[in-house]
């Protein structure tokens, strides 16, 4: 049966086979799971600091 199949071909299943079985992958958490900090270099009030401001969440 293995005889008509590739080295590299059954290697290939293999791997993607332990892949898609291993809890690692399917149990994955939520990102972010901490608070994100957003650093604006300029000064406090300005352009830049309004447009960090609007994109924070909460």
Do not use: H
Not at 17 to 39: D, E, F, H, M, Y
Not at 43 to 51: P, S
């Amino acid at each position: 049966m293995l005889n008509n199949v590739s080295r590299r071909t059954f290697i290939g299943t293999a791997a993607a086979g332990a892949a898609l079985l291993s809890p690692a992958v399917r149990a994955q958490g939520t990102w972010p799971n901490k608070p994100i900090r957003i650093v604006v270099p300029y000064t406090a009030g300005g352009f830049t600091d309004q447009m960090a401001r609007l994109l924070q969440v909460g």
